[in-house]
């Protein structure tokens, strides 16, 4: 008998934040070549040992095919009973190999993943990780907007505990089951930050997720700024960053301010896409499988703008983020502004099993235009700017991105010394003008 499977779309999110475009079915095909799925729990169970044997990179050290074959031996010698018995011993397996971002996913899991690219979701606004050295529950960054938002959560804080129950050993997806609720009704988390606990009570609510905002901001010498702020790399945000980009031509903007700031990530597809609107030329990410085969995704010379730029990051712009703002900087396209990203550099893919649920697994890892690994190092800016922790907490929603945002006061400045220097170039000598003088002078 033969066995057919599908590709999957890779994505780039964290945690709770994953997402995807394309699941795919591990499908048996009979030898007439009809299709028959196999409901059995040993079944989905042996399909998700076969993922990791097929694709999965190995960062931990934790994994070595003669132990998962060994593995395999001893889980389905076992008897389950019914499918959640079986869920159980496939989290089991995937736990003996060290890895937050490769997990299992019952049916209403992992048909809640889907939320987070449809633009809406019910909840507080957290998007969540696991850390990898201390197993804690860690916030990535709140959705703009959000109660988790408005109450200040921060990214990086840790979640102690949800309504009382410890998050000690807890995984994203149980975190997530106990976090998001109905509209209306409320959850308490409580936060570790910086050695203190704060209690923070949260009232869920309908999120509706606008990937894109921008603007025309004015800067005191009358140089007019394109601010786009790009909040998570969703299945709509090419299409609405092209389309603010294009709003913003139109108004005749000189430069501009990318804000990537508490960016989570999202799919990889968004990200390249998104660098390909910004950078004519070059390479923009490469990813490397265990096999070493690298996949390099390029610039298409489709640019909707060469105006100057600046990117405005933070250490909750995590993996799409960081392939976009490594490939701005590495190809001399743009200047970072800002504080060092998450550090978040693993591609997982999702796949489907038979029954309706699935997995997220690490199949690669990926690298910026030269070569650097984002994975625990993140990238960092080229203007290292920080807010203090009361301009955080005294910061509003309507204050992103104005002069009331210490961290965009930097960007606007640096990207007007970089409109100022090329106006000087330009003024120096412009090709096929009567500017001799200039063209003639010695250096």
Excluded at 355 to 383: E, Q
């Amino acid at each position: 008998m033969g066995r057919a499977r599908a590709t999957v779309v890779v994505l780039v999110g964290l945690g709770a934040c994953a997402a995807t475009a394309v699941m795919a079915r591990e499908m048996v095909l009979t030898p007439t070549g009809t299709v028959s799925i196999s409901d059995s729990p040993k079944e989905v169970m042996d399909q998700a040992w076969q993922i990791v044997f097929r694709d999965y990179l190995d960062t931990t050290g934790k994994y070595t095919p003669e132990q998962w074959r060994k593995l395999r031996r001893s889980v389905l010698s076992k008897s389950y009973s019914t499918p959640k018995d079986a869920y159980e011993g496939i989290r089991g397996m995937l736990s003996t190999l060290d890895d937050p971002y490769t997990r299992f996913l019952d049916p209403r899991e992992f048909k809640e993943m889907q939320i987070d690219t449809s633009g809406e979701l019910s909840g507080v606004g957290i998007q969540l990780s696991v850390d990898k050295e201390t197993k804690e529950l860690v916030v990535i960054s709140p959705i703009e907007g959000s109660p988790a938002s408005r109450a200040g959560v921060q990214p990086k804080d840790v979640i102690v505990s949800i309504d009382g129950k410890s998050t000690k050993g807890m995984s994203t997806e149980d975190a997530v089951k106990l976090i998001r609720g109905k509209a209306g009704t409320t959850v308490n988390l409580v936060l570790r930050r910086k050695g203190q606990n704060i209690d923070t009570p949260l009232t869920r609510e309908l999120i509706e997720i606008h990937a894109v905002t921008h603007q025309v901001n004015t800067a005191p010498d009358g140089t007019k700024i394109g601010y786009i702020r790009l909040k998570q790399f969703s299945a709509t945000a090419t299409k609405d960053m092209r389309a603010a980009v294009r709003d913003l031509e139109a108004q005749g903007v000189q430069g501009y301010v990318l804000d990537l700031r508490s960016n989570p990530g999202g799919l990889l597809v968004a990200s390249v896409e998104i660098a390909r609107q910004w950078i004519n030329e070059g390479i923009i990410v490469s990813t490397k499988t265990r096999d070493g085969i690298q996949d390099v995704k390029r610039a298409t010379g489709q640019a909707l703008t060469t105006k100057p730029m600046v990117v405005l990051v933070n250490e909750g712009s995590a993996s799409a983020s960081e392939i976009l703002s490594g490939a701005l900087q590495d190809n001399n396209r743009a200047v970072l502004v800002g504080q060092k990203t998450f550090g978040k550099g693993l591609v997982q893919s999702v796949r489907g099993l038979s029954d309706g649920s699935g997995m997220t697994v690490t199949i690669a890892k990926y690298l910026t235009p030269r070569n650097r690994d984002i994975h625990k190092h993140g990238i960092n800016p080229d203007v290292p700017v920080k807010m203090t922790e009361q301009e955080v907490q005294r910061l509003k929603l309507e204050d992103i991105g104005t002069n009331r945002d210490s961290q965009y006061r930097v960007a606007e400045s640096t990207l007007r010394k970089q409109l100022q220097a090329g106006a000087t170039l330009q003024k120096a000598f412009e090709p096929g003008s009567a500017n001799l003088p200039a063209a003639l002078a010695k250096p």
